[in-house]
């Protein structure tokens, strides 16, 4: 069973930018799709990003688009959402997932392993 643990979280002014990091911790981290979601308060949680196995494919949310960047490095079993530009809208906790199927993948219910959140908090 693989983990997964989520780091970078912060409080950030508005503008501002964070690197969440999400280490895997398991067999099969270069075969896995790897994906961020977050859950704001209040909020169902929702897709930010997701990257193919070898990161050649990276999908977003169009509210994220051209502000976060999803990466992976398969020797490190690390993925990493670099968020710029935040703003306070993007408050929320941060969670890492991944799943062993291939392709576009959005759903939460398609991942069956979490990890436990980051809290990133973006101030105005």
């Known amino acids: 069973q693989a983990r997964l643990a989520e780091s970078g979280g912060g409080l950030v002014q508005a503008g501002g930018s964070l690197r969440l990091s999400c280490a895997y911790t398991?067999?099969?981290?270069?075969?896995?799709?790897m994906g961020w979601f977050r859950h704001a308060a209040g909020e169902e949680r929702e897709f930010v990003a997701s990257s193919s196995w070898t990161g050649s494919n990276t999908y977003y949310a169009d509210s994220v688009k051209g502000r976060f960047t999803i990466s992976r490095d398969n020797a490190k079993d690390t993925v990493y959402l670099q968020m710029n530009s935040l703003k306070p809208e993007d408050t929320a906790v941060y969670y890492c997932a991944s799943t062993a199927l291939g392709g576009f993948r959005s759903s939460a219910k398609e991942y069956p392993t979490w990890g436990r959140g980051t809290q990133v908090t973006v101030s105005s």
């Open positions: 398991g067999r099969y981290f270069s075969t896995s799709t």
